[in-house]
T-cell receptor, first 113, second 116 residues
Framework: KQEVTQIPAALSVPEGENLVLNCSFTDSAIYNLQWFRQDPGKGLTSLLLIQSSQREQTSGRLNASLDKSSGRSTLYIAASQPGDSATYLCAVVTLNRDDKIIFGKGTRLHILP | EAQVTQNPRYLITVTGKKLTVTCSQN?????MSWYRQDPGLGLRQIYYSMNVEVTDKGDVPEGYKVSRKEKRNFPLILESPSPNQTSLYFC???????????????FGPGTRLTVL
């Protein structure tokens, strides 16, 4: 059964620093991996989607990488800003899971002004 | 504006009183799904639908029903709510590629349900 883990559960960094959020998954037979942002009490916003054939995706200050063989993905945030404070979740769709999407529990990020 | 809408956004009810949470999307997506989010447990899938009249169980379907009579709507039905169904519920939709698997998911704003 696919399991998705995000470590750390919470992270505080000073404004302006570059940071990396981690996501690991146990079954490497994935269709895609997606990073989401969730603000308190709000819905999820898709940030980046990486297909299984891709190594990375970039959007502005965000860069997501995927290493299927090791079951890992990272979300790199450059020059962090207080507005980046949110919970970041990764989710995978596994090839043999009948289209079910499995989420990690998220990393709660706080950028210190 | 492309969006997924849910109603109501907040609901307090009592044990056993049937309720329906509506979900609607205007993007002509084939795939729709319901999730619940609980502290310490993360997001868990309740039901999903690949297209009209096609629904399937997710990881935590007990106590819930869904229907997909129209492409744009995917209501979540709690026939007899119980306190353990107190949670934050999200509806999501996605286009369905030819491979039959999901792509980018678009989420609704969430429905906070409290069952007393």
């Amino acid at each position: 059964k696919q399991e998705v883990t995000q470590i750390p559960a919470a992270l505080s960094v000073p404004e302006g620093e570059n940071l990396v959020l981690n996501c690991s998954f146990t079954d490497s037979a994935i269709y895609n991996l997606q990073w989401f942002r969730q603000d308190p009490g709000k819905g999820l916003t898709s940030l980046l989607l990486i297909q299984s054939s891709q190594r990375e995706q970039t959007s502005g200050r965000l860069n997501a990488s995927l290493d299927k063989s090791s079951g890992r993905s990272t979300l790199y945030i450059a020059a962090s800003q207080p507005g980046d404070s949110a919970t970041y979740l990764c989710a995978v769709v596994t090839l043999n899971r009948d289209d079910k999407i499995i989420f990690g529990k998220g990393t709660r990020l706080h950028i210190l002004p | 504006e492309a969006q997924v809408t849910q109603n109501p956004r907040y609901l307090i009810t009592v044990t056993g009183k049937k309720l329906t949470v509506t979900c609607s999307q205007n993007m002509n997506h084939e795939y729709m799904s319901w999730y619940r989010q609980d502290p310490g447990l993360g997001l868990r899938q309740i039901y999903y639908s690949m297209n009209v009249e096609v629904t399937d169980k997710g990881d935590v379907p007990e106590g819930y029903k869904v229907s997909r009579k129209e492409k744009r709507n995917f209501p979540l039905i709690l026939e007899s709510p119980s306190p353990n169904q107190t949670s934050l519920y999200f509806c999501a939709s996605s286009p369905l590629p030819l491979a039959g698997l999901t792509d980018t998911q678009y989420f609704g704003p969430g429905t906070r349900l409290t069952v007393l």
